[in-house]
């Protein structure tokens, strides 16, 4: 197992970016039925403060979905990977270039494996996802069309995360979204600490770790990250001492 990350001395050398599930809520049985726990937005909130707004929420969900998830707070954050973008001072960027070929491989996938039972295909602005967690037995048939449609559309690529596959935009990814929210205020010129749980939080690691960053991976599994906690729970733990300025040991 990875070693727990080292203490962030002054917190106002650092920027924080956070995936949700998994990472900042357990993964549930359906994504409409995740939750962050009060006491971690409590935690968000002072790191936020104490960090000049240098909190983001790195995700694969929608921005909106996000937000749902974070109470009355509203971060910095990527939606979608990064196809949708937050600065601190609210802008938002999305790119529709490619919005109407979603179309396609969204009739696609629900026609192909939409009506399976347990399946929830979910269109997003510019991405189309399948999830199967109710249906794990399907994962290969699911795995086949995806891989079949983005054949023959190069723009787009395949990323497969917990009983999730997602067609997104061949340029997004978390690590590029990271790298776009470090270049404006209140994250440029910070160190970039990144925590995620899943496949598609790895190009987020790589970035942060070619930025002398700290990149946490939650759970097992091979991983990019230098840094580690055994559980979600653990890592929220850790969130929780940061935000009061403790050092959290007795629970090490
Ligand atoms: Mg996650």
């Known amino acids: 197992m990875r070693r727990q990350p080292p203490q962030l001395s002054n917190l106002a050398d650092f920027a924080l970016f956070l995936d949700v599930d998994g990472t900042l809520a357990d993964i549930a049985a359906r994504p409409a039925l995740a939750e962050v726990a009060p006491e971690t937005l409590a ?7 104490r960090m000049n707004g240098a909190v983001a929420i790195i995700s694969g969900r929608k921005l909106d979905e996000v937000d749902a998830l974070m109470g009355s707070q509203k971060f910095a954050a990527a939606g979608i990977h990064g196809a949708e973008l937050r600065g601190a001072d609210g802008t938002v960027t999305v790119d529709h270039a490619l919005a109407p070929t979603v179309g396609e491989l969204e009739a696609a996938l629900r026609g192909g494996i939409g009506s399976a039972d ?15 967690r109710e249906n794990p037995a399907l994962h290969d048939e699911i795995h ?10 190069p723009q787009f690529k395949l990323m497969t995360g917990k009983m999730i596959v ?3 935009p ?18 440029a010129g910070r160190t ?6 899943d496949v598609t939080d790895e190009d987020g690691f790589s970035v ?13 599994g091979p991983s990019k990250a230098e840094w580690g906690f055994p559980t979600a729970a653990c890592f ?7 935000s009061l300025g403790t050092t959290g040991n007795s629970t090490a």
């Open 236 to 242: 929220r733990e850790w969130l929780r001492h940061l």
């Open 192 to 197: 970039p600490v990144f925590a995620g749980d």
């Open 170 to 187: 061949a340029r997004v990814d978390k690590g590029a979204a990271i790298w776009a929210l470090m270049q404006s205020a209140p994250f």
């Open 208 to 220: 942060v770790r070619g930025m002398s960053g700290i990149s946490i991976k939650i759970g097992d």
């Open 43 to 49: 935690s968000l909130a002072i790191l936020s403060s």
């Open 144 to 153: 086949e069309l995806a891989v079949q449609l983005v054949r023959s559309r």
């Open 166 to 168: 997602e067609i997104l």
């Open 118 to 132: 347990g399946i929830i295909v979910e269109r997003k602005p510019v991405s189309v996802a399948v999830h199967y």
